[in-house]
């Protein structure tokens, strides 16, 4: 069906077809070679379809019908806090003064833009419970790498150079260990115990003079809060380590709860997560870093001070990490961060959390009778559900998530934390309506009881995608990203 609407736009050229009428030329033409060196100049004309203005229209139209975005439907994948991205945001992102400037700009000139990098800053620090805030990282991983170097300075600047280690739950975010080793230490797994949460026992028996820090997401990526995180910060405190806190999806605390009053030194926030910054495509992201004073000096520079006569941007840091990204950040991201947070307020910040939590629980209830939810407890912003009922009778999880494309919805996170079995992780976020739960709710609910009487219409979904199952390994190793598929002459490549 989907693909009969998809205009064909190299079938439907037609030599001389034209979009656009140019006026005819009225000055003397000058000949190619003289503008481009030869070597440059193409011996053929490239094969471009020729095509008119509406045919072109349909194209493009059509090929944008073909993704599905938070705009489009409800988008529960966990982790990734696929909230709302409210158009305020880009009306304030698009505002002239904040997009024709340019970094290389006189201090002077842009004390508008460094304002309200300041002001953001100064909000992110408040809500964190943080001295200072860096707004430098690009993206979540960046401010967990940068967040571990500034520990690494830390220990370092103190002698104390046989910190190697890095505690890390088993139900951590993958990017967690990923940075540590980047960052240059070794990762030790602190196990989750059956409550869901860290289990304290074993985590003060890998805690030692070696630990540089423990990274920790509270929520935890389970969706429930470590009740005992007083008592963690206690341990690794009393050890000489710093307490890392992965705030990508702070949800669920927002105006209730904050890292530093918890006892974290440092914190990374996700802006394109929880501050409505988009983030589908692969970015571009915003992760500040925001740091206890004892870390201050470590933060990259420039560092943005206020000073009687203005914004500046402070180089002389001499125990500065260095810079960690070209310019000042992703100005763009940060400004709708910006806009966001001078939206919302602090009272509207903390209803956020109130309604992610609520809409996040209300879902797992609804979905407990049918799917097996393994923590009994209240969950925060996200719950798992594990597909282990189903995968007895013959579908796994991942059929679950094909089959719920063919009733309209985006999938939630699968096979993710790896420590529950046949995990599904949903994230409602807070921007949702009763009626988009329970519609989803009805989905899940009408999928699991297909698994009970016919699995095999669950095993072979999707059955109305353009395409079918994807191989998306091979996708993103070898993609075909050319019309023509170079292993079938004439054949087009369908995506
Ligand atoms: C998304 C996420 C990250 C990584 O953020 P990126 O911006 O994708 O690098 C880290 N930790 C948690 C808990 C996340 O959900």
Redesign the pocket.
């Known amino acids: 069906m989907r693909e009969q609407e998809h205009t064909l736009i190299f079938e439907e050229s037609a030599p001389g077809r034209r979009g656009s009428v140019l006026p005819d030329l009225d000055v003397e033409e000058t000949p190619v070679s003289e503008l481009i060196p030869s070597e440059f100049i193409r011996e053929k004309a490239p094969d471009l379809p020729e095509v008119s203005e509406l045919q072109l229209m349909r194209h493009y139209t059509s090929l944008s019908t073909r993704n599905y975005g938070v705009d489009s439907g409800f988008y529960p994948l966990g982790?990734?806090?696929m909230k709302y991205n409210p158009k305020i945001n880009e009306e304030v992102a698009k505002l002239d003064g904040l997009t024709n400037i340019h970094p290389y700009q006189p201090e002077e000139q842009v004390q508008g833009a460094m304002r309200l990098m300041y002001d953001l800053q100064t909000s992110l620090a408040e809500i964190t419970g943080m001295e200072e805030v860096t707004l430098q990282s690009a993206?979540?991983?960046?401010?967990?790498w940068t967040g571990l170097m500034l520990i690494r300075a830390y220990h370092e600047a103190n002698g104390d150079t046989n910190r190697t280690k890095v505690i890390v739950p088993d139900s951590?975010?993958g990017?967690?260990p990923a940075s540590a080793v980047v960052a240059g230490f070794e990762t030790v797994t602190v196990k989750t115990d059956e409550r869901g949460l860290v289990d304290l026992e074993h985590l003060k028996e890998v805690t030692g003079e070696d630990t540089a820090a423990l990274m920790l997401?509270n929520p935890n990526?389970l969706g429930l809060f470590e009740e005992d995180i007083v008592e963690m910060a206690e341990i690794i405190h009393e050890a000489g380590g710093k307490l890392y806190y992965?705030g990508?999806?702070s949800n669920a605390i927002l105006g209730i709860a904050r890292p530093g009053d918890m006892g974290f030194d440092v914190v990374h926030l996700?802006l394109?997560?929880t501050f409505t910054g988009p983030?589908g495509g692969g970015?571009p992201?915003s992760?500040p870093v925001g740091v206890k004073a004892d870390l201050v000096p470590f933060l990259p520079k420039p560092l943005l001070a206020k000073t009687e006569n203005g914004y500046t941007w402070d180089y002389d840091r001499p125990q500065a990490i260095g810079r960690i990204k070209p310019f000042y950040g992703n100005f763009g991201i940060n400004v709708r961060a910006y806009s966001y947070i001078r939206t919302m307020g602090a009272e509207g910040l903390k209803r956020v959390s109130e309604l992610a939590v609520i809409n996040a629980n209300y879902l797992m209830k609804r979905l407990e009778p049918y799917y097996e939810a393994p923590y009994e407890r209240y969950c925060k912003h996200e719950f798992v559900l594990s597909g282990k009922r189903q995968k007895k009778l013959g579908a796994r999880t991942l059929d679950i998530a094909k089959r719920l494309l063919d009733y309209g919805y985006h999938p939630p996170t699968i096979y993710f934390p790896m420590n529950v079995d046949e995990c599904m992780m949903i994230e409602p976020t807070e921007t949702e309506s009763k009626e988009t739960l329970d519609a989803f709710a009805e989905a899940m609910i009408a999928i699991a009881k297909e698994v009970e009487k016919d699995p095999e219409i669950v095993q072979e979904a999707p059955h109305t995608t353009p395409v079918a199952r994807l191989d998306e390994t091979t996708a993103a190793r070898k993609p075909v990203l050319k019309y023509e598929n170079p292993d079938h002459e004439k054949e087009p490549a369908r995506l």
Do not use: I, V
Request: proline share 0%.
């Open positions: 982790s990734c806090t993206a979540g991983a960046q401010g967990e951590a975010h990017t967690n997401t990526t992965d990508a999806n996700n394109h997560k983030h970015g992201g992760g």
